[in-house]
């Protein structure tokens, strides 16, 4: 027989040549799976669409049922809708409906008379029946009275059975109650934490010498187990009392425990506070420094400006006072080459016409000189002026001042420098006319108001610088307050080192203390960790003993249930017997009952 995977792939009659079987696969030629997928895709649209086909049938049939009950329906009705139109109006057909139920007025008659003829020997029996009844009725009456004394006889021992059922389950109320309290009680010595070690071994001792007290009460017969069950109650009542009052000092020392521990934690909190303020003034301190250190960095840089510039005014300073000295030692030249020029006019007073001319040339040109120096002196107060407005707005501002100092500076030497070389100029020219003895006595006066007018240049630039001293004095004096200053800004900083270092100090004392308060707090912390440990192993302790507690009371319980079953049991015992002579009271009453009526009917 072959193989099952064969037989599948004959039926797909497959050529042997496309197709391998291995030991656990079957090996296709590349194609043959993509053609066997085809054929699997339309064996299904094949079925799929079979399937559809019977579907749309079926609902078809379905639908023709339903319009041909539809058509039946519609033809019946309208059947029924045509005679009731013909027969709603015919005349002969409302005589019959009118007449119909006077037809059976006769027999209705006779047959109301045979019911009364009926009716009246039933009366008849009835009266005599009732005769019967009557007589039979105080009999049962009787009898019914025997049996309601019966019945409230049985009705009070039921009674009786039922108090003291529900005497028992309010002992089992009771018992359940107390098993709850226990529970209660034992829920919450779960939660508790106690710490006093001494006081729950007392109180093992006492439950062990109670337990075996219970466990020789237990020995004893089951009727002074009844007994003594109130005295186990009672003291059961006292060991929970004692209980109680060590869970309330066990719950005192917890709160006293749970106390310190919220005060620790509050004093941590205040701490953690502490320190988060320290560090906020620490930052706020910081801020201060580095704004103060900004403060400084720009003072400081202030004052190298100003010592640089003041360096710079010193350099200028050193400069004006070497253009005045070249210009004292050039004026006292001058007035060398003036005297010698004095003595060469007195030789040459015996000059030529050429000479003359020369003169007046030299004269023209003189003046021309003269206005020109006029202009020029003219243009120098203007600049004095300036200076003088310069220095004035530059009080306000040491930077310009400064700098305003150092242009006038520049300005009158480099007029120095100019006055210099227009006397150099004019030394060559009355070197060159020194031939012409009028010239030369015009030139001698012309040179002598020159050197009057150069004069008083120069003691005007003597005083402008002077004036530029004075600046100098008083840029000095500000620059020795900025010196002052800086001397007062180095202060505040080591003022602020200082505050600083102190600051620092007391930081680091505060985390000293934070960490000698992390320590405390730790330890508290070790302490309480300690503690809970005690605890629970108190209430793992207690939890154990209320276990015992808890099965001994399930024992008792479990013998009160025994108890209570064994009463319901009888309970229910007498119950079916006194349903059951109640039902054969019933049933014989029913048969006296029957019987009675037999008689009365006969």
Not at 177 to 206: C, H, N
């Amino acid at each position: 027989m072959p193989p099952p995977l064969s037989l599948q792939i004959k039926s797909l009659e497959l050529d042997p040549n496309l197709y391998r079987i291995g030991q656990s696969k079957v090996f296709f030629r590349a194609g043959v799976l993509a053609h066997l997928e085809e054929e699997r895709d339309m064996k299904i649209t094949d079925i799929i669409i079979s399937f559809q086909a019977w579907c749309r049938g079926y609902v078809a049939r379905k639908a023709f049922a339903k319009r041909q009950q539809q058509l039946t329906a519609m033809k019946v009705i309208q059947r029924n809708c045509a005679a009731y139109l013909k027969l709603r109006n015919w005349q002969w057909w409302r005589l019959f409906t009118k007449v119909k139920p006077l037809l059976q007025l006769g027999a209705e008659k006779m047959a109301l008379q045979e019911q009364l003829q009926a009716e009246t020997e039933l009366c008849a029996e009835a009266e005599e029946m009732r005769a019967r009844l009557a007589a039979r009725k105080q009999e049962l009456e009787e009898i019914l009275h025997d049996l309601e004394a019966r019945v409230e006889e049985e009705e009070e021992r039921a009674a009786q059975l039922s108090g003291e059922r529900k005497k028992m389950q309010q002992n089992i109320g009771d018992l359940e109650q107390q098993l709850d309290e226990e529970e209660g009680a034992r829920q919450k010595l779960q939660l508790e934490k106690v710490t006093l070690e001494s006081k729950m071994k007392k109180v093992e001792e006492d439950e062990k010498k109670s337990l075996e007290e219970r466990i020789s009460e237990y020995t004893t017969n089951l009727t002074e187990e009844e007994e003594k069950s109130k005295n186990r109650l009672r003291r059961e009542e006292k060991s929970r009392q004692e209980l109680e009052k060590n869970r309330r000092k066990l719950d005192g020392d917890f709160n006293e425990v749970h106390d310190q521990i919220s005060e620790l934690q509050a004093q941590i909190a205040e701490l953690r506070a502490q320190l988060a303020k320290k560090e906020e003034e620490l930052q706020a301190a910081l801020a201060r420094i580095e704004e103060e250190a900004a403060q400084k960095n720009l003072a400081q840089k202030k004052i190298r400006e100003m010592e640089a510039q003041l360096s710079e005014l010193q350099e200028d300073l050193d400069l004006e006072r070497q253009a005045r000295t070249k210009a004292e030692k050039h004026r006292r030249d001058l007035g060398e080459e003036l005297e010698a020029l004095k003595t060469e006019l007195e030789d040459t007073l015996d000059s030529t016409a050429a000479q003359q001319e020369l003169r007046s040339k030299r004269e023209t040109e003189v003046t021309h000189l003269k206005r020109t120096l006029d202009d020029e002196a003219k243009v120098h107060e203007q600049q004095l002026g300036e200076v003088r407005q310069k220095h004035g707005q530059a009080f306000d501002e040491l930077n310009e001042q400064l700098e305003q100092a150092k242009r006038v500076e520049l300005e009158s030497v480099s007029m120095l420098l100019g006055d210099g070389g227009e006397l150099l100029e004019m030394k060559k020219r009355v070197e060159t006319d020194a031939g012409s003895l009028e010239t030369a006595e015009e030139a001698k006066k012309r040179y002598q108001r020159d050197l009057e007018a150069s004069n008083q240049r120069m003691e005007e630039k003597c005083a402008a610088f002077e004036k530029l001293d004075k600046t100098k004095t008083r840029v000095q004096q500000e620059l020795d307050d900025l010196l002052v200053d800086q001397d007062h800004l180095r202060q505040i900083v080591s003022n602020l080192e200082k505050k600083q270092k102190k600051f620092d100090q007391m930081l680091a004392e505060e985390k000293n203390i934070s960490a000698r308060y992390a320590e405390e707090r730790d330890k508290a912390e070790a302490e309480a960790r300690e503690k809970e440990t005690r605890a629970l192993a108190l209430t793992r302790e207690l939890d154990t003993l209320m276990d015992t507690q808890l099965e001994e009371l399930e024992d008792e319980l479990q013998g009160t249930e025994d108890a209570k079953l064994r009463l319901e049991v009888n309970m229910q015992a007498m119950k079916a017997q006194y349903e059951r002579d109640l039902s054969g009271k019933d049933e014989m009453g029913e048969e006296k009952k029957r019987a009675l009526v037999k008689q009365v009917r006969i």
